[in-house]
């Protein structure tokens, strides 16, 4: 079910592996476009100010950079090693290929030409639109390059159990019912007590328990166990594994 | 093996996998990088399928993922590469589309010619291609007497007349070439309203008997800008094909092989607008070069582009 709702795009490699990337969708590139474009601008008006004193030849000099920058712009930045536009940098985001890799000059030229479809019909309707139907978020010039837009940085999840004793499960549970254990375990220091009962409660035919007073604190307990803490830990040191 | 004691036993090559994507590609030692790599996609893999924490997941797929950009990193960018890619590539994938190229020619041309002898016989149908003023304006601007010939009077610098040109021709060819992605129609339709424009402008200039300055003016720079046209074109076509008729192939991975395959076109023409914009800005527009002069230029230009996508590279 995850895979339906979720933007997470994987790529495998020749080792076997799957890559995943977080594909970045309408709302943050609309963001980061925004941003391009007021840089765009400011970089046009002020080269307009300097060069309103070169006259004709000045003009001349002008419409060549307004050019360069309508269309070279976004291919330069996406270019350098952040693979990004200042507005997609400001926004966390960058240009990968679809495969988990490095930006090639080839993809970053077509995705970037491509553009000139993108804006059709007004105000980039076709890449909104593809962008707002596929779940990998891509517009026309990201499907004809091969590239994808995703997120920069990862989660990194912490490694630090909520507070509880070791314990071995009072029954033998299934690899689902592990890994949920396990997962709650890890959550549990993001919810309030309260909330975290509440989620325990689901789980307590699966450790039946005398008293249902904490089923939260026993869950954390066996996720800790299974991890593989078999000892009792000080609770200082207990979330560094 | 519980999460806890996989962790312990494998973090010290995690954590020396990571050091090494900190430091320069220069200096890495290739070996060791590739088995910590190996060793890194096993353990992730280990680590998926015993459903071990997300942590330690999400670690192990962030040192790879980074790796592998490392280890695939295509290396192709460079002077010598892009020199290669226009001077070999780029007449060899020209003469592979030759289809497309031949196609988009014959819809340059043919509206061209047509429409520039209708209008030489009926000079009154320029009215039905541009308005009243645009056709004066033409009208003054191949005159024999103008001061430069192919722009209004009152813009008489070389270099806005040049930065004019590579604004708007390289963004029309970009245009040409990319909205061929619906159905080629865009490219179809850059093709026949340029021939249809151009052809008209000819005919009726003719027709006034400002042939002479019209065609020493366009005979030069012609030979990049029209050749840049239709290869834009025949790059649209392709692609429009790629979405039309993909064949065995999904429309989407269609469109990607296209759109490689003519990216370098699209590049190349850019280029040659490039060369087309200089030469009509100062030279072509220029009154005191004789109209011999001109033509004798134009024929070198000409001889100059077809031998090169005929002939380039030499066969070894």
């Known amino acids: 079910m995850i895979s339906t709702i979720d933007t997470v795009i994987t790529a495998e490699t020749p080792e076997g592996i799957a890559i995943s990337m977080r594909a970045a969708g309408f709302p943050v590139r609309c963001m980061?476009?925004?941003?391009?474009?007021?840089?765009?601008?400011?970089?046009?008006?002020?080269?307009?100010?300097?060069?309103?004193?070169?006259?004709?030849?000045?003009?001349?000099?002008?419409?060549?950079?307004?050019?360069?920058?309508?269309?070279?712009?976004?291919?330069?930045?996406?270019?350098?090693?952040?693979?990004?536009?200042?507005?997609?940098?400001?926004?966390?985001i960058q240009v990968m290929m679809v495969n988990g890799l490095p930006l090639t000059p080839a993809g970053c030229?077509?995705?970037?030409?491509?553009?000139?479809?993108?804006?059709?019909?007004?105000?980039?309707?076709?890449?909104?639109?593809?962008?707002?139907?596929?779940?990998d978020a891509r517009r026309l010039g990201d499907l004809a390059a091969g590239t994808l837009v995703v997120y920069r940085d990862r989660a990194s999840p912490k490694d630090d159990f909520g507070p509880g004793e070791p314990l071995p499960p009072p029954v033998p549970l299934t690899i689902r019912q592990q890994t949920a254990i396990a997962a709650f375990g890890w959550r549990v220091t993001r919810l309030t007590p309260e909330r975290a009962e509440?989620?325990?409660?689901?789980?307590?035919?699966?450790?039946?328990?005398?008293?249902?007073?904490?089923?939260?604190?026993?869950?954390?307990?066996?996720?800790?166990?299974?991890?593989?803490?078999?000892?009792?830990i000080p609770p200082d040191s207990a979330g560094q594994t | 093996m519980t999460p806890f004691d996989f962790q312990t036993a494998n973090q010290a090559s995690w954590n020396e996998l990571e050091g090494e994507l900190g430091r320069n590609q220069r200096d890495l030692d290739p070996d060791r990088f590739l088995a910590l790599y190996r060793l890194c996609c096993e353990h992730l893999a280990l680590a998926r399928s015993r459903s071990f924490p997300l942590h330690v997941i999400e670690r192990l797929s962030s040192i790879t993922s980074r790796a592998h950009q490392v280890i695939y990193r295509q290396s192709d960018a460079g002077f010598a590469r892009a020199a290669r890619a226009l001077l070999e590539d780029f007449p060899t994938t020209v003469r592979r589309l030759w289809t497309y190229v031949a196609a988009a020619t014959a819809l340059l041309m043919i509206p061209t010619i047509v429409i520039a002898i209708a209008t030489y016989l009926n000079p009154d149908l320029i009215l039905s291609i541009v308005d009243r003023t645009t056709a004066a304006e033409f009208e003054q601007m191949y005159s024999?007497?103008?001061?430069?010939?192919?722009?209004?009077?009152?813009?008489?610098?070389?270099?806005?007349?040049?930065?004019?040109?590579?604004?708007?021709?390289?963004?029309?060819?970009?245009?040409c070439y990319a909205?061929?992605?619906?159905?080629?129609?865009?490219?179809?339709?850059?093709?026949?309203?340029?021939?249809?424009?151009?052809?008209?402008?000819?005919?009726?200039?003719?027709?006034?008997?400002?042939?002479?300055?019209?065609?020493?003016?366009?005979?030069?720079?012609?030979?990049?800008?029209l050749t840049a046209?239709?290869?834009?074109?025949?790059?649209?076509?392709?692609?429009?094909?790629?979405?039309?008729?993909?064949?065995?192939?999904?429309?989407?991975?269609?469109?990607?092989?296209?759109?490689?395959?003519?990216?370098?076109?699209?590049?190349?023409?850019?280029?040659?607008?490039?060369?087309?914009?200089a030469i009509e800005a100062f030279w072509s527009s220029a009154p005191w070069v004789t109209p011999t002069a001109k033509y004798v230029c134009a024929g070198f230009c000409w001889t100059l582009v077809l031998c090169f996508f005929l002939r380039r590279p030499r066969a070894k």
């Open chain 1, 109 to 135: 030229l077509i995705r970037n030409l491509m553009r000139a479809v993108d804006m059709l019909p007004l105000l980039y309707g076709f890449a909104i639109v593809s962008v707002l139907m596929r779940r």
């Open chain 1, 32 to 92: 980061a476009f925004l941003i391009d474009a007021s840089i765009r601008y400011m970089i046009v008006s002020t080269v307009a100010a300097v060069l309103a004193v070169g006259g004709r030849v000045g003009t001349g000099v002008l419409l060549i950079i307004v050019f360069l920058i309508l269309w070279l712009y976004p291919v330069i930045f996406e270019l350098m090693p952040a693979a990004a536009t200042p507005g997609k940098r400001a926004m966390g």
């Open chain 2, 179 to 225: 909205t061929g992605v619906v159905f080629g129609l865009g490219s179809l339709y850059f093709l026949l309203a340029n021939g249809t424009f151009g052809g008209g402008i000819a005919g009726y200039v003719a027709s006034l008997g400002y042939g002479g300055t019209f065609f020493s003016f366009v005979a030069t720079h012609s030979a990049f800008e």
């Open chain 2, 144 to 175: 024999p007497a103008a001061q430069a010939i192919g722009r209004p009077r009152d813009i008489a610098s070389d270099w806005l007349m040049f930065g004019f040109y590579i604004k708007n021709n390289i963004g029309i060819a970009f245009q």
């Open chain 2, 229 to 277: 046209i239709v290869l834009c074109g025949a790059g649209g076509l392709r692609i429009g094909q790629s979405v039309l008729l993909p064949g065995r192939l999904t429309r989407v991975a269609a469109l990607e092989i296209a759109a490689r395959e003519t990216s370098l076109i699209v590049f190349g023409a850019a280029v040659m607008l490039v060369i087309a914009a």
């Open chain 1, 198 to 232: 509440e989620i325990a409660v689901l789980a307590a035919d699966a450790v039946p328990s005398a008293k249902d007073s904490a089923v939260a604190a026993r869950l954390v307990g066996i996720a800790r166990w299974q991890h593989g803490q078999r000892r009792l």
